[in-house]
């Protein structure tokens, strides 16, 4: 049990990695959202998955209540993290940022 | 967003209007028994979830607070009436759930892979594209615009009063699939 707990918040940690490299690597601000509001879902997801099952590890009554808890974590940043990248996005549309475009594009 | 919300619930407010027994002054308070007996167990659920204390002295103070605020505001999370036709949209959204969770990991691994990519700046092409979708319901289009953001290599910039939507892509394959399957999948949640 502890292996695959031990596997699965390597797994959340390498999207977060990935989510801080992504957002250092892409061109832009709009396209920097991608692995912020992306990549964070998927490690907090798994990272909070694998923090349930470690507590539930010893089944008890208060280790599920915690577990719950953990879990209404991950529910609620679903819900609100799609919104946030929504709000952050529209706030740059609204101040006028231009996307970056490709520069070599023949056709346009 | 702020004024879709005004203009439907103020739609829903005349709709329901004449049916209800009690006169509703503006400013005064429907009390309807189903939204609030709902909104008390759910408020009840949560405490009983986040407190983890059964004994009286907890459970009494959970009872009384989860009444004073799901009689302030059981209008806020169920603003239109408890019918049978919006149970069963909920549990058709819940069979939504997985499909959207599946997306989820995909779009994951999608970002995770361009970003981790070495000749990242080829691959990508950022861009918005605009289209009609033909939604027509508040939480449909939220749902939509939300499910878009979660999806592989799009976000959603705006949606306005009549239904069209900004999305933002990182490069042209990821926009080519909208509005489509998703699109087709709420309607048949909210049969629209």
Redesign the interface.
Known sequence: MNITVTLLLICGLLFFTGGAIGIIRFPDFYSRLHPAGKLDTAGLTITMGAIALYTLTPFSFEALITALKIILIAVFVFITSPTATHAIIDAGVRAGLKPWRKEIDPDK | MASIETITSDDNQNRLAPKSQMPTKPGQKRFAAGPFILTFLIMACFWV??S?KFDAFHLSLGFVSCLIVSFLSSDLLFPTALKPALIICWLRFVGYIPWLLYQ??L??IH??Y???HPR??EL?????IVFESRLKGDIARTTF??SI??TP?T????VTTRGKF?V?C?NKQSGQPLPGVMEAKIAKVFKE
């Open positions: 979830i986040f983890g989820i990991l779009a994951n970002v995770f361009l970003s981790l990242m700046m990508i092409d950022p861009q918005i615009a939300n953001t979660l290599g976000i959603t910039v705006n900004a933002h990182i």
